[in-house]
C-alpha cells in the first residue's frame, strides 16, 4: 500500500517506531536521494489525538533549520493519512549508544545546546527531551528527534509559560525527564527544556538516571524533592545548574549554556594537566625567555600548512531557464564560501579569484591553476514551487567526485535553502575533506533581508554598481541587524567605495562601524577582524591595529590572513624583516592565496625584487599586478617599461593618477613641472600614507627629489614609517643628496620609535 500511494517515494525497508509514527527506509526518485518517512500505523491514524500531535510535529519541526535538528523535507498526506518525509540518519539514539567519552560528550553538549537556542529564538519549546531522541550519527553530531509535543510560546518574550495544546494540570513527556514545573502539570517555558538537557547529560556522564524510581510516583517524588548525588568532571556546574528545581535559579537560556559550554571547551584545549618540571628545565626557560623579551620577536613560529586542506568554489550554473534567479550564480558560491570559512582546517580561495571561472570549463584544471586540492561546482533550477540545487567537490588530483548531494528546497525560501545547503555542507562535505565541522555562531532571521544580501553579493566592484550594492545592503541590514555576513559585506563595499571610488572619509569610517558590528555579531569572522586592522592601520593608528592584529594571531594562528594583518601593520611601522617573515607564514600556510600579493611591497621597500614579483604573480592578469610591476621596473631603472605597465593598468580602469604624464614627460625629455606638481597635489588628497609614499617613489624617479622629499615627510606625518625603505630606495638616490633629507629621515625614524615604545612589552 505504501508504495502505491507515496509515488514519488520508493520504500526500501521499515526502521522501527519514531515517536508515535512508525519510519521507513525510502527513496526520493525524484532526486535520487535516500529519505526516512514517517507515517502513523493504521490504529492510530483514527486517533484525533494522534493526529493532532503528528501534524504539530509536522509544522513545528518543518520550520526549524539547524544542522543539529533533524530535517523536514516534506509534510503530505496518501490515502488520508498523513506523512513526513524526513532526513536519513545513520547511527544510533543516545539511548542506545549508552556513556560517551568526556571529550566527545563535551562536543555533543555544544550542538544540544545550540539547537536548543535556535528551537527557543523560534519560540518552540521540545518538552520531551531524552536520550531516545536523540540521535547520534555516524559522524559524531547530535540530531534532535520528534517534535511531536512541541509547543509553540504565543508571547515574544521567550520566557513567557505557555500552556501550548495542552491544559494546565496535565503532564506531557517521559516522566524521568521532566521539569519539576512539567511534573506539576503547570504552564511551561523554554526552561522546562534545560531541565531536560541536564537530566540527559547526567545520563550520559554517569550512566545512571538522574531520576529514578519503581514507577512514576517515585520518580515524581524525585523530581520534586531530592537532588540527584553530585557529578564529576568540568560539566559537573553546567548540569548542577540546569538541573536546579527553582527555574528562576537554573539556566535561563540555552545560550547561556552554550557559552558556558565553550569557555570549558577553550579551556579544556588550552588549559592541560602539567606535571612540575625539573629545576634546571625551569631555569633554562627562564633564560630563553628573556632572551626573547631582548630580541623581541613580534612573530609567532611559522604554521604547518599541512593542516590546511585548500578549496575553491565556482559559480553556479544557472538550469532553470529563467533569468530571475540568475543572481544566485554568484550568491550561492559566495554564500558557500562564507559558511566553509568558519571551519579553521580549510583554506578557501576568494571568490574574486574563482568568479571568472563560467561556462564550459575543466574542474581539474580550474583547479590547477588555483592550486587547490578540490573545486566545489554547483546548478540550480527554479522549479516555480521549489528550487532545486546540485553541489558536488571534485578532487583536483584524482579528477574524481569526492563528494555529492542535492536538495530541493520547497516554497523558494531562501533562508530554508541557505540553511539546508549548510547542513549539508556540514555534514557531508567537511567530512569527506577530512576537515571537522565549526559550530555555526549567526543565521539570517529575515528572508527579505537575505534575499537583498543576496543580490548585492552578486553585484560588480566596479564603482557605480558598487554604491548600488551599498543601498542595497543598508536595506539589508536594517531589516535584519543580527545577520554578520551582511554586515562584513557592507564594510567592505564601503572600504572600496573609500578606497576606489569617491567614498571619502565617511564611507571609511561606516565601514569601521559596519566592521565592528559584524564582529560583534561574529568574533570568529576574520574579514571584518583583518579589514579593521587594514583600516587601522592606514587611518594613523599603529600600536592600536598591532594589538588587534596580535590578538588575532592568538586566536587564529592556523590562518594565513591573520599572519598577513600583521604583515600589513609592521610594514607600515617599517619593521621590514618582521613584516616579510609574516608574509612568509602566511604564504606557507595557503601558498597561492591571492590576498597576500600586498606583501609586494614588503619585498620592495627592502629592495629584494625576486620576492616582490612572486608575491605579485599572486593576482596575474589584473590591473594591479601591471601597476605594482611598474613599481620594481623603477627599482630597475627601466622606466619605459614602467611607463608601459602603468599605461597598461590605466587602459583596464585602474586609477593611475598623473603617474602616466609625469613619465612621459620624463622620458621624453619634455617640461614635467606641471606633471610633478599635479602628482604631489594628488599626494596631499590620498588618505592612505603607504599610497602617499609610492607617490614620492614615482616623484624620485622622475627626477623630482625636492617634491619627493616634500611627499615623503607627508607619508611619514601619517602614520607611513618608511625606516629603511627611504634609505635604499634607488628611486631617491638624488633626494638622498639634498640637505633636508636627513630631516625626513629623523621624522622616519621617530614615526618608527614611536610604534616600539607603544607596542613593547
Not at 720 to 741: E, G, I, N
Request: hydrophobic share 40%; glycine share 6%.
Amino acid at each position: 500500500m505504501i508504495g502505491r500511494t507515496l509515488s514519488h517515494y520508493r520504500i526500501l525497508e521499515p526502521l522501527g517506531s519514531g515517536g508515535m509514527g512508525v519510519v521507513y527506509k525510502a527513496e526520493d526518485v525524484r532526486l535520487g536521494r535516500k529519505v526516512a518517512i514517517k507515517m502513523l500505523p493504521d490504529e492510530l491514524a483514527r486517533d484525533h489525538t494522534a493526529l493532532e500531535r503528528f501534524a504539530r510535529e509536522a509544522r513545528t519541526a518543518s520550520a526549524l533549520n539547524h544542522p543539529n535538528i533533524c530535517t523536514i523535507y516534506e509534510v503530505d498526506e496518501a490515502e488520508g493519512k498523513p506523512f513526513l518525509v524526513m532526513e536519513l540518519l545513520e547511527g544510533q539514539t543516545l539511548r542506545e549508544c549508552g556513556r560517551i567519552d568526556s571529550e566527545s560528550l563535551l562536543d555533543l553538549a555544544i550542538e544540544f545546546a545550540d539547537a536548543l537556542a535556535t528551537a527557543h529564538d523560534a519560540k518552540v519549546v521540545h518538552r520531551d527531551l531524552k536520550p531516545a531522541n536523540l540521535f547520534l550519527t555516524k559522524l559524531g553530531h547530535l540530531k534532535i528527534l520528534d517534535f511531536g509535543l512541541a509547543t509553540v510560546a504565543a508571547s515574544e518574550d521567550s520566557k513567557t509559560a505557555v500552556r501550548g495544546l495542552t491544559e494546565a494540570g496535565t503532564t506531557v513527556g517521559t516522566v524521568a525527564y521532566m521539569s519539576p514545573e512539567q511534573a506539576r502539570g503547570e504552564a511551561v517555558d523554554a526552561r522546562t527544556d534545560l531541565f531536560s538537557f541536564g537530566a540527559v547529560m547526567y545520563e550520559l556522564v554517569t550512566g545512571k538516571r538522574a531520576f529514578s524510581g519503581v514507577n512514576s510516583t517515585t520518580i515524581f517524588d524525585a523530581i520534586l524533592h531530592h537532588d540527584p548525588p553530585p557529578v564529576d568532571g568540568p560539566l559537573a556546574p553546567v548540569i548542577s545548574k540546569a538541573l536546579q528545581k527553582n527555574r528562576e535559579m537554573r539556566y535561563q537560556s540555552a545560550a547561556e549554556i552554550r557559552a558556558d559550554l565553550k569557555r570549558l571547551k577553550h579551556d579544556s584545549g588550552t588549559v592541560a594537566a602539567r606535571k612540575p618540571a625539573p629545576l634546571w628545565i625551569a631555569v633554562a626557560a627562564a633564560i630563553v625567555i628573556v632572551g626573547i623579551v631582548a630580541v623581541w620577536r613580534l612573530r609567532p613560529q611559522p604554521h604547518d600548512s599541512s593542516r590546511q586542506t585548500t578549496v575553491a568554489v565556482l559559480p553556479f550554473s544557472n538550469l532553470g531557464g529563467t533569468h530571475d534567479r540568475d543572481y544566485l550564480q554568484l550568491a550561492l558560491p559566495d554564500e558557500l564560501i562564507t559558511i566553509l570559512s568558519h571551519s579553521r582546517s580549510l583554506a578557501v580561495r576568494p571568490f574574486a579569484m574563482t568568479k571568472r571561472y563560467t561556462g564550459d570549463i575543466d574542474p581539474q584544471q580550474v583547479g590547477r591553476d588555483l592550486k587547490v586540492d578540490d573545486v566545489i561546482t554547483g546548478d540550480f533550477r527554479d522549479n516555480g514551487g521549489s528550487i532545486a540545487i546540485s553541489v558536488e567537490s571534485i578532487d583536483v588530483e584524482k579528477n574524481d567526485v569526492r563528494w555529492r548531494d542535492s536538495l530541493d528546497v520547497p516554497g523558494g525560501g531562501l533562508i530554508v535553502m541557505r540553511n539546508a545547503l549548510s547542513e549539508r555542507l556540514r555534514s557531508g562535505l567537511l567530512p569527506s575533506l577530512h576537515v571537522a565541522a565549526e559550530p555555526e555562531t549567526g543565521r539570517p532571521r529575515n528572508d527579505e533581508a537575505y534575499a537583498l544580501f543576496l543580490h548585492a553579493s552578486a553585484m560588480s566592484p566596479d564603482p557605480d554598481p558598487n554604491k548600488q550594492a551599498i543601498a542595497i545592503l543598508k536595506r539589508s541590514v536594517a531589516l535584519d541587524p543580527t545577520y554578520a555576513p551582511a554586515w562584513n559585506a557592507l564594510a567592505r563595499r564601503e572600504y572600496d567605495d573609500s578606497e576606489y571610488s569617491n567614498g571619502g572619509v565617511t564611507d571609511v569610517h561606516d565601514a569601521d562601524a559596519a566592521a565592528h558590528r559584524a564582529l560583534e555579531l561574529d568574533p570568529d569572522l576574520i574579514d571584518a577582524a583583518k579589514m579593521l586592522i587594514v583600516m587601522h592601520t592606514e587611518a594613523n593608528d599603529l600600536p592600536g591595529a598591532y594589538r588587534e592584529a596580535k590578538q588575532l594571531l592568538e586566536q587564529r594562528p592556523e590562518s594565513g590572513e591573520s599572519h598577513f594583518a600583521m604583515s600589513y601593520v609592521l610594514r607600515y611601522a617599517g619593521l621590514l624583516q618582521d613584516a616579510a617573515r609574516e608574509c612568509e607564514n602566511a604564504r606557507s600556510i595557503d601558498p597561492h592565496n591571492a590576498i597576500w600579493r600586498s606583501c609586494g611591497f614588503t619585498f620592495l621597500n627592502l629592495g629584494d625584487l625576486n620576492r616582490a614579483r612572486e608575491f605579485i604573480a599572486l593576482a596575474p592578469g589584473t590591473a594591479w599586478a601591471d601597476a605594482v610591476s611598474a613599481n620594481v621596473d623603477l627599482r630597475t631603472g627601466d622606466r619605459e617599461r614602467a611607463l608601459h605597465n602603468i599605461e597598461k593598468a590605466g587602459q583596464a580602469g585602474f586609477a593611475m593618477g598623473s603617474w602616466p604624464s609625469l613619465m612621459r614627460a620624463f622620458i621624453q625629455h619634455e617640461p614635467r613641472n606641471e606633471a610633478a606638481a599635479a602628482v604631489e597635489a594628488e599626494a596631499g588628497r590620498i588618505r592612505d600614507s603607504e599610497s602617499v609614499y609610492l607617490e614620492a617613489v614615482w616623484l624620485g624617479a622622475a627626477g623630482e627629489p625636492e617634491r619627493a622629499l616634500r611627499v615623503i615627510k607627508l607619508a611619514v606625518d601619517r602614520g607611513y614609517c618608511a625606516v629603511p625603505a627611504m634609505d635604499t630606495d634607488p628611486s631617491f638616490a638624488d633626494a638622498r643628496k639634498l640637505p633636508q633629507f636627513q630631516e625626513v629621515q629623523k621624522a622616519g625614524e621617530a614615526c618608527h620609535q614611536r610604534f616600539l615604545a607603544a607596542t613593547r612589552p
